[in-house]
């Protein structure tokens, strides 16, 4: 079992940044790959961005490439999303997930994850 737990969101204007967490336990961080995915009211929930379970490839949805940037720390065993130039679009809840052994571009189209996180919730507003 892999207990994923996010943390960072929060309200921000229109422009601002954000940094999401999301801290693994449970098995060997470095052998999954890892995504963010994220749920607005009223739709379904999206890829955002997603990264090797090595950590040598990224994978971004075109609405977030060039602004949101995903990174791990597998020393830590954390998943960021570093998320700037927020749009009142951006607002959801986030969920990190996690795959053994997947690479960036599998999470990024695959219908359902091993692990899911319980979510943070990210609102842009002015």
């Known amino acids: 079992q892999v207990q994923l737990v996010e943390s960072g969101g929060g309200l921000v204007q229109p422009g601002g940044s954000l940094r999401l967490s999301c801290a693994a336990s449970?098995?060997?961080?470095?052998?999954?790959?890892m995504g963010w995915f994220r749920q607005a009211p009223g739709k379904e929930r999206e890829f955002v961005a997603a990264?090797?379970?090595?950590?040598?490839?990224?994978r971004y949805a075109d609405s977030v490439k060039g602004r949101f940037t995903i990174s791990r720390d597998n020393g830590k065993n954390t998943l960021y999303l570093q998320m700037n130039s927020l749009k009142p679009e951006d607002t959801a809840v986030y969920y990190c997930?996690?795959?053994?052994?997947?690479?960036?571009?599998?999470?990024?189209?695959?219908?359902?994850?091993?692990?899911w996180g319980q979510g943070t919730q990210v609102t842009v507003s002015s």
């Open positions: 997930a996690a795959d053994p052994f997947t690479s960036a571009q599998a999470m990024a189209v695959m219908s359902d994850h091993d692990y």
């Open positions: 449970g098995r060997t961080f470095s052998n999954y790959g």
């Open positions: 990264i090797t379970w090595r950590g040598s490839n990224t």
